[in-house]
T-cell receptor, first 110, second 114 residues
């Protein structure tokens, strides 16, 4: 079983739609969680951290469910520019390394 | 700030040849990571350094792969001999320290082994 699992998609949605991605992780001792964004043929960049209480950054909302070991990302009012691959990232406790999921691809259509 | 700098951007080589990938982390960053990305396996951590010391190399595929960080501003990833299955995008990333969880990635090296 992979340490971090995501539905690869693609998710094809119209502009203005709300879309949600989920991610599950296998290590219950994981300490920190993130969403990174990767544009086609580019490097990954941090989108947002995920806090236990849930957090919001503009149109983006991230939530963590430790009991079920999953993380979610909600994008409201999606824009064409949101088209990218969204990578779920987990940091196990007592380690400096980040484990990346394979990513979920989003295509926002006009 | 110039960001993380990787070279070369593209490398095409023949099976059996030695390949050396280079990385210059952001100045002042103490942790450096080498990742490999393929369609099949996604982003895999190969090795990471903290203060120039290798901390975890459990992701290095086999003895053909080696990585060094002789000083705080330079790291290399070497593959000798290279094989077609090594074809991938290799990313270098740095962070301020091992507890700073924001990674800054370089633009990557697209490696093709024929």
């Amino acid at each position: 079983r992979k340490e971090v699992e995501q539905d690869p998609g693609p998710f094809n949605v119209p502009e203005g739609a709300t879309v949600a991605f989920n991610c599950t992780y296998s290590n219950s001792a994981s300490q920190s969680f993130f969403w990174y964004r990767q544009d086609c043929r580019k490097e990954p960049k941090l989108l947002m951290s995920v806090y236990s209480s849930g957090n919001e950054d503009g149109r983006f909302t991230a939530q963590l469910n430790r009991a079920s070991q999953y993380i979610s990302l909600l994008i409201r009012d999606s824009k064409l520019s949101d088209s990218a691959t969204y990578l779920c990232v987990v940091k196990p406790s007592n380690t400096g390394k980040l484990i990346f999921g394979q990513g979920t691809t989003l295509q926002v259509k006009p | 700030d110039a960001g993380v700098i990787q070279s070369p951007r593209h490398e095409v080589t023949e099976m059996g040849q030695e390949v050396t990938l280079r990385c210059k982390p952001i100045s002042g960053h103490n942790s450096l990571f080498w990742y490999r990305q393929t369609m099949m396996r996604g982003l895999e951590l190969l090795i990471y350094f903290n203060n120039n010391v290798p901390i975890d190399d459990s992701g290095m595929p086999e003895d053909r792969f080696s990585a060094k960080m002789p000083n705080a501003s330079f790291s290399t990833l070497k593959i000798q001999p290279s094989e077609p299955r090594d074809s991938a995008v290799y990313f270098c990333a740095s962070s301020q320290d091992r507890f700073n969880e924001k990674l800054f990635f370089g633009s990557g090296t697209q490696l093709s082994v024929l």
